[in-house]
């Protein structure tokens, strides 16, 4: 973590990213391309989703860095060549040289090291980066970057910092500890990558002022009850009011507020064993 200097009252308390770890290299060219962000707009340029604002990213381009999350090299050995930054996702990515000549990106996990190898195989040693069958990785492991069906690719688990732990094995499926503490039921044919994701102190991150936030995308979230009658349900009224409902409402009069809004009859459901502890 990054500490400043109080020079300012935004400075006091604010917190940052240290770079020291990384490798001072270029993005691969080949694995990066340019990006259009809607910033919460439709086609016609209209507003369609509230609390987001273009920020400082219409000066600060990024450049988009093609991710393997399927890691589909089936015992092809690669070697880790650097740890870069990325500015589209919260953890680290890994630069990875193939046997074969190719040349990938990976996420990348704790206590990968530049010049470790790695590799994807139904059995392999349990180091961080390789990619195994979750059928053949122990109970208690960690891991993340973790498929949902065969052959997809990680869809799960991607997270700075995050990581699922191998639970139990039972009918085909193993059972997993989200880092949300749900319990979910994956095929076992399914391929996982060892280890916690790097970068854990993303969490501890102190931003410090609002225009750090507007950086990232995120615009000012105004009070429904600061608002007029005709733009909120609980706008309107003499001084401060009570919302004048009894359950609360979002904008739009949806009902929120303890109101479960997963689907009763989403096809998944059959494989959570247990939500997640509010």
């Known amino acids: 973590m990054k500490l400043y200097k109080p020079t300012t009252p935004s400075r006091r308390g604010m917190k940052g990213y240290d770079f020291s770890n990384l490798t001072k290299v270029e993005p691969l060219k080949s694995l990066t391309k340019g990006f259009h962000r809607s910033f919460g707009r439709n086609n016609a340029g209209l507003k369609t989703s509230g609390y987001k604002g273009r ?21 092809v050995p690669g070697r880790v060549v650097a740890l870069e930054y990325d500015p ?26 530049i010049g470790d190898s790695i590799i994807t195989a139904e059995r392999a040693p349990l180091k961080p980066g390789n990619r195994i069958r979750l059928k053949n990785i122990p109970q208690g492991s960690i891991v993340h970057n973790v498929e949902l069906q065969p052959g997809q690719g990680g869809k799960i688990v991607r997270s700075a910092g995050s990581g699922a ?26 391929f996982a990558s ?5 970068n854990a102190e993303h969490s ?34 003499e ?23 997963r689907n009763r009859k989403k096809r998944s459901n059959k494989f959570v064993i247990r939500r997640r502890i509010k």
């Not at 600060?60 to 393997?68: H, N, V």
């Not at 190719?102 to 704790?110: D, F, S, T």
């Not at 139990?168 to 997993?176: D, H, I, S």
């Open 239 to 261: 001084g401060r009011q009570g919302r004048g409902t009894r359950r609360p409402k979002t904008a739009q009069g949806k009902i929120t507020g303890g109101r479960k809004t």
């Open 55 to 75: 920020g400082g990213s219409a000066k600060a381009k990024r450049l988009f860095r093609e991710i393997d999350f399927k890691q589909n090299k089936i015992n």
């Open 204 to 237: 501890s991150i102190v931003l410090g002022k609002a225009g750090r936030t507007r950086w990232l995308g995120k615009g000012p979230k105004v009070r429904g009850t600061a608002m007029n009658p005709v733009d909120h349900p609980y706008g309107g009224g």
């Open 165 to 190: 732990t191998v639970l139990a094995k039972e009918g085909g499926f193993v059972q997993l500890v989200m880092p949300s503490s749900e319990v979910r039921m994956i095929s076992e044919e399914t």
């Open 88 to 113: 589209n996702r919260t953890s680290r990515i890994a630069k990875i040289y193939y046997a074969d000549g190719e040349k990938r990106y990976i996420l990348a996990p704790q206590d990968l090291n």
């Open 194 to 198: 060892i280890g916690q994701l790097s």
